[in-house]
């Protein structure tokens, strides 16, 4: 069993930046993928950006150049910095880890532009 735990989302104006969060309670090294969803009100859940165990990057068109995922090992955190905010990308953003047998959720994080 693997908690997930996000941080750092709130409210920002539009072109500003924020920095999520995700602190896994196990070890991030051996999950297949590690990523960022999204969901907007009345949308279903989207990928936003995602690792693999091999390294490689997966990004949402959306967010292509604007956002930015990495993670810390030693600290088994997942981070996604996102620059040149929209109001479009206002969601709950949830963190996700896959295994080989099981994929986990964290409570998710709101996330508001607007001015």
Partial sequence: QVQLVEYGGGLVRPGGSLTLS?????????????????????????????????GTTNYADSVK?????????ARNTVYLQMNSLKPEDTAVYYCNALYEYESYWGQGTQVTVSS
Avoid: H, N
């Fill in 22 to 54: 995700c602190a896994a309670s196990g070890s991030i090294f051996s999950a297949s993928t590690m990523g960022w969803y999204r969901q907007a009100p009345g949308k279903q859940r989207e990928l936003v950006a995602l690792f693999t165990r091999r």
């Fill in 65 to 73: 150049g604007r956002f930015t995922i990495s993670r810390d090992y």
